[in-house]
C-alpha cells in the first residue's frame, strides 16, 4: 500500500461514489454536524446577502477576535481555508529547493507532501509509544542544518494524540529564535485536549495555525487560520490573492460565533470525545497504545498495519495505516469520527481483525 | 503606482476597515447579492447536516453536470475555490523556473503574477484599442519558444470585455495540439457574453475554467471548476488535497442549483449588464473605447491612467489602471459593479475627472 495519506481518502470516496459502504474512522473530523449557532451564523450572513469579494486577509471583527486570542494584533492574523493552507502558505514562502523541515514523528504526512511540492525534504525525528511518543529537543537540533528553514511542531500530535511536554516545547522555541529557524506550530487538536486547551501566546518568530475542522465540527467548511509576524502574514495575503482569494463571509461569520462561544463548542466536542475514548479503551483492553492526550485519533500497535487496513476495509470499516505517518509499520491510526453508537461495533470488529492477525 | 492588481484591491478594503466610504468600480463582479435559489440550496445543504470533509475533486452529481455541459466526463472535472484556482493549479503543474507562458494584452495580470511565483515568464501579444483588440494568432506564435507550456486566452477578456475571433481562437487551439502546448481557456465572462454564450467542448490538450463569481454573482463563495484531461486532473486533486482540501458541499449544492437553472440565472446576470453597459455608452460619449462584447468591464482610453485612478480615488470611487493590465497606461478600467442608481452618478463622476484631465 504506497498510497499517500490523501489518495487513501480519496480511494475511500471513490469507493462510496461507486455505491459502497463504508465507515470511515479514517478522517480526521469528530464526525458532528456543525454546532446550530454556527450554522444560523452563516444563514444570517447569507440572508444578508454578505456574498461577495472580500479582503484575501479576513474580515476586521474576526481579525481583531483571533488576535485577542493569541495576545497578538490583526497584522498579525489571516483567515485561511483551514490550518492546512496556513501551513502551505508558510512553508511556500520559507522552503526553496534544497532546503528542508524538521518534525518529530509519527507525523501528519501533509507537511512533508508539502515540502517536497517545493523540492524541500522532510527530516523526521521518530519517537516511541514506550516514550509516550515525546521527543528529545536535542536529537531534534541535531538534524537541523543550514537549510533548515522550519521546525513543525503539531502539538497535540496527529497520528498519537499525546502532548509534547512543555519543556520541550520551550527548548525548540528558545532554539529557534537563537537560530532564526521559523517554528510553525500546529495547535489543529489543542481545544480537543484534556490536559491544557490553551492556545499558544504570539511572539516573534513563531507562526501559529489552528482550524475549525475539530473543536468546532466544520472540516466540509474550510476554516482556519494564522498568527504570525506581520511581514509573513503580507507575504501569506499575497499568495492567498492569487489563489483561494478570501474565506467566504458566511463562513467567518460562523467562525467568530464558534470564538465567541468558545468553551461551551470545545468543550462540548471535548466530552463527546472523551466518552468515545472511554468506550475505545473498553474494547482495546490488552492492545498496547500510548494514552491519548486530546480528542480523537487512537494508534494502536498491530502487527502489521498495512495488512490489517486491508483486512478492515474488507470489513466495511476505513482507518489509516502508520506507514503513512513517517513509517510506523506496526501501528493503525483509528479516527473516533462517530457517536457511541456507531463506533463500538466498529471497534469491535477492528479489534477482532487485530486478534485475529496478532 | 506601482501596486498590483491584488495590493491595489487589498488597499481599499484597508481603507474600507479604517472607515473610508468608497464605491468599489474595482471589483470584478457584477455587484448583485447570490440569487434567493442559489443561497436557499445552500442553506438546505447546511439544515441537512453537509458540514464535513468531501472530495477534493468535487461531489458526483456537480461532477456530472459540469462534465455533460461541456462534452467530457467526471475524471475531466475538478471543483475549484473560483476560477482563479484552476489557472493556479494548472499553471504550477506546467511551469517550472526559466518556463514561460504567452497570453495577448491588455490582460488580467494574475497570470503573471502566478507564472512570476513559480520562477516563470509571462510573454505578452499586445493588441489594440483600434483593432478592437484582436490578437494577431501569428504575432502570437512568434513568442512562443521550447520554454513555453501554456497559452492563456481569456476569452472574453478581462479588462476589454471583447472577444477574440473564433478563427484566432482555432488556429490558437490547432497549433498549441500541434507543438503540444497546453490552452488554458479561461472562461470566467463566458456566460455574460452578448454575442455567444456556448461553453468551450472540452478536447484533449485544452484546459477550460469558469468561474461561478461573475454570472452566478457568486464572487466571494469562491466557486469555479476546471475541465482537462484525467492525468491533469488527477494532479490538480493532489494539490487540492494538500492545499483547501475540498469546496464545501453547501457551496457545491449553490453551484450545481445554479447549472440547473443556468440560462435563468445567467440571463438576468447578462440583462443586468446590458442595461449597464448602455448608461455607461450614455455617460461616455465621445471618449474613445473599444464596445464590450460581454458584461462587466468599461475599458475607456484616458490621457494617463494611474494619475486619472487617484483623482477617481479622491472622488471616494475605485476603479484599477490600466498600467496594471499589460502596461496600458492610457486606460483605466471600470467594473459596473453596481445597480444603476449608485452606477450612473458615479460614472458621471469619473466622466468629469477624464474631461478635467484631458
Not at 163 to 174: N, Q
Not at 288 to 297: E, K, N, S
Not at 336 to 350: G, N
Request: glycine share 6%.
Amino acid at each position: 500500500m504506497a498510497l499517500t495519506l490523501y489518495q487513501l481518502s480519496e480511494k475511500i470516496f471513490e469507493l462510496e461514489k461507486q455505491g459502497k459502504k463504508i465507515l470511515r474512522l479514517n478522517i480526521g473530523d469528530p464526525g458532528l454536524v456543525t454546532p446550530d449557532a454556527l450554522r444560523n451564523a452563516a444563514k444570517k450572513s447569507l440572508d444578508a446577502g454578505e456574498t461577495r469579494y472580500a479582503s484575501a486577509q479576513g474580515e476586521k471583527p474576526l481579525l481583531d477576535k483571533i488576535a485577542s486570542t493569541h495576545g497578538a494584533e490583526a497584522q498579525n492574523v489571516s483567515v485561511t481555508p483551514g490550518s492546512k493552507w496556513a501551513c502551505y502558505a508558510v512553508l511556500q514562502l520559507m522552503l526553496k529547493p534544497g532546503d528542508n523541515i524538521v518534525t518529530p514523528a509519527p507525523f501528519w504526512s501533509a507537511y512533508e507532501l508539502m515540502a517536497k511540492s517545493f523540492g524541500a525534504e522532510c527530516r523526521l525525528v521518530k519517537t516511541e509509544m514506550e516514550d509516550h511518543f515525546q521527543f528529545d529537543p536535542q536529537a531534534l537540533f541535531e538534524l537541523v542544518d543550514a537549510k533548515t528553514k522550519v521546525i513543525v511542531l503539531n502539538d497535540p500530535s496527529n497520528p498519537t494524540s499525546t502532548e509534547y511536554g512543555a519543556e520541550s516545547v520551550k527548548a525548540v522555541l528558545e532554539y529557534a529564535q537563537d537560530q532564526k529557524i521559523l517554528v510553525l506550530l500546529d495547535e489543529a487538536y489543542r481545544d480537543l485536549s484534556f490536559k491544557k486547551n490553551e492556545l499558544m501566546t504570539y511572539q516573534e518568530g513563531l507562526a501559529i495555525t489552528t482550524t475549525f475542522s475539530k473543536a468546532y465540527c466544520m472540516s466540509g467548511w474550510r476554516a482556519g487560520y494564522l498568527v504570525a509576524d506581520a511581514d509573513v502574514i503580507k507575504k501569506v495575503v499575497s499568495l492567498n490573492q492569487i489563489t483561494f482569494t478570501n474565506v467566504p463571509r458566511f463562513t467567518q461569520a460562523a467562525m467568530l460565533e464558534g470564538l465567541t462561544r468558545r468553551e461551551e463548542v470545545t468543550g462540548a466536542t471535548r466530552n463527546e470525545c472523551k466518552k468515545r475514548l472511554a468506550a475505545c479503551e473498553q474494547v482495546f483492553k490488552g492492545i498496547q497504545y500510548a494514552r491519548p492526550d486530546a480528542g480523537f485519533y487512537f494508534f494502536p500497535k498491530v502487527s502489521d498495519g498495512d495488512s490489517i487496513t486491508e483486512k478492515i476495509l474488507e470489513q466495511g470499516i476505513a482507518v489509516t495505516p502508520g506507514s503513512v505517518f513517517g513509517g510506523y509499520k506496526q501501528f493503525i491510526r483509528l479516527s473516533l469520527s462517530h457517536p457511541l453508537e456507531k463506533l463500538t461495533p466498529a471497534l469491535q470488529t477492528i479489534r477482532r481483525v487485530i486478534d485475529e492477525n496478532a
